[in-house]
């Protein structure tokens, strides 16, 4: 499987995960979700199809809309956007409950582009159902200085497993699953954080949406999965009882996630039996005019590594590498780089940001993280650059200075530690950030980031150690930095003593 993005009219990015063979299948995620959640789905149908999953606009790591009073309709329009740039023509197109709302819209106002479309967790609503779920349904998630925030989005994501609505206290919405492990809603709360305040955007128009009402007009070959095991199988008896358009071919599946996938996959294979074989193009893009930052991905060894670069076309390039369990997104924001006037490269180091995950029990070196930024610089071409790097970013920075085939000026180098301040914060230790069904390892994330913005190190909370400086207690920032470290861990702590051993 790769990660990609493509380019629309304007400068748009639209961010996909492509893989398999065969006829072109677009897979449309759940809100405020990604694209990510959507990897059972691709793993069942890439046997099948080549599978081009989308991060919806403003979920995952596409762009957001530049206007603000969107309609289904919009997002509907925007997937086309992105086919015709990926370069696709005809497909079949899967959607799962949000997902399933913007491909009915696609389907009355695309059909022609349509081979078939795939309806998972999508049902019916009628008004005073819809009003009662909605009230509480999409609390406010703006950032709070105590982090409180962030327990509400906890609360959303264990709780969907538990009820539907999920925050209902009926007995009669109680769901029949057992609550998962904390890691699996701790990554779902992952994807949440990634849509961030905005995470209702498309998910109230998919509640607004959910009706018969809004399949008035489809006349594209549909299927429509009934699943025993679906959090919203009342919804979906509820449209089964007011009657399916006649273009709408029903499907049952028992409880078992496996059997869900194998009736969607068998009828997705008979529709591709009689397509023709076409050739998937599956390049992203170039760069629209005018775009200062561009996203892209490297293919290393390691997997593939994300990156920010802008388009100046002069000057020495300059290499940025963030610290340990921040991104690059956030070095982005501070001014001696967006007034930057030659080409610039900002990588997310492996198992930060937007870069391939490492595993748990990885062994994390300093030379395997080093490879995908000497790639970097073989990318620009260029006989000289410059190479700055923070924390961790310092110590891979000087490595790839020497190693690499360019003339690199490393503008900062590794932090400094007195043996004192080194040993203590050794025995200390970092927190352990693994997930908590109770989600207190978030508690303790949002209090490390603020005390290690307050003291000196974070732990020593005495007059002494308060740093000699105004102390940035912004709840978006710090929720910014929170983000990347639930993210990161417990890769960051790994690089984090690395930094403390090298420096």
């Keep these: ?109 695309y059909p022609e582009r349509l081979n078939l479309i795939l309806l998972d967790a999508n049902g019916h609503m009628d008004d005073d159902e819809r009003t009662e779920m909605m009230e509480g349904y999409f609390p406010e998630v703006t950032p709070k200085r105590d982090g409180g925030h962030l327990l509400t989005y906890w609360d959303m994501c264990r709780d969907l497993f538990a009820a539907f609505p999920w925050n209902s206290a009926k007995l009669d919405d109680q769901l029949k699953f057992d609550l998962p492990p904390a890691a699996v809603a701790h990554d779902i709360m992952n994807r949440y954080l990634q849509a961030g305040e905005n995470y ?31 959090p919203v199988l009342k919804i979906a008896d509820d449209l089964i009882e007011l009657g399916l358009p006649d273009c709408v071919e029903l499907l049952h599946a028992g409880l078992p996630i496996e059997e869900r996938y194998a009736v969607q996959v068998e009828k997705l294979r008979s529709v591709v039996e009689q397509l023709e074989r076409q050739e998937i193009e599956g390049t992203s893009q170039p760069a629209q005019e005018g775009a200062t930052w561009q996203r892209t991905y490297l293919n290393t060894e390691l997997g593939q590594v994300h990156a920010y670069l802008n388009r100046h076309q002069n000057g020495k390039p300059l290499i940025v590498l963030h610290s340990a369990g921040v991104s690059a997104a956030q070095v982005l924001t501070q001014a001696a780089l967006d007034g930057e006037e030659r080409p610039v490269i900002a990588i997310d180091l492996p198992g930060h940001g937007a870069s391939v995950k490492l595993p748990d029990e990885t062994d994390v070196s300093i030379v395997q993280l080093a ?63 693994t997930p908590q069904i109770d989600g207190s390892h978030i508690v303790k994330a949002w209090s490390w980031v603020r005390d290690n913005r307050r003291y000196g190190p974070w732990f020593d909370r005495t007059a002494r150690a308060v740093r000699r400086r105004d102390t940035d207690l912004d709840p978006c920032s710090l929720h910014r930095e929170v983000v990347d470290i639930l993210r990161t861990a417990p890769v960051w702590q790994k690089l984090k003593v690395i930094e403390l051993l090298d420096s």
């Excluded at 995620?29 to 991060?55: G, K, R, W, Y």
């Excluded at 998919?206 to 025993?228: C, K, Q, Y």
């Excluded at 690499?404 to 950030?433: N, S, V, W």
């Design 371 to 433: 490879a995908p930024i000497i790639a970097a610089i073989a990318q620009f071409n260029a006989a000289e650059v410059d190479i700055l790097g923070y924390g961790i970013g310092g110590i891979i920075g000087k490595l790839v200075a020497e190693a690499a085939p360019a003339e690199c000026t490393l503008l900062a180098g590794p932090a400094l530690y007195q043996d004192k301040d080194r040993e203590r914060i050794l025995a200390h230790g970092f927190p352990d950030l």
């Design 200 to 230: 209702a955007s498309a998910y109230r128009l998919a509640f607004i949406a959910e009706s018969r009402d809004h399949m008035e007009g489809l006349n594209v070959p549909t299927v429509m999965t009934r699943w025993e095991g679906s």
């Design 1 to 109: 499987m790769q990660c990609k993005y493509v380019t629309l009219p304007g400068g748009q990015q639209v961010h996909y995960r492509q893989a398999g063979e065969g006829p072109p299948l677009v897979i449309l995620h759940p809100s405020p979700q990604s694209s990510e959640a959507m990897m059972p789905a691709i793993n069942a149908f890439s046997s099948v199809c080549t599978c081009f999953a989308l991060d919806t606009a403003g979920y995952g790591l596409s762009d957001e809309f530049a206007c603000d009073e969107l309609t289904i309709s919009d997002y509907a329009h925007n997937l086309i956007a992105a086919i015709d740039a990926i370069g696709i023509q005809s497909f079949c197109l899967y959607g799962a409950a949000t997902g399933s709302q913007i491909a009915i819209e696609v389907g009355k106002l």
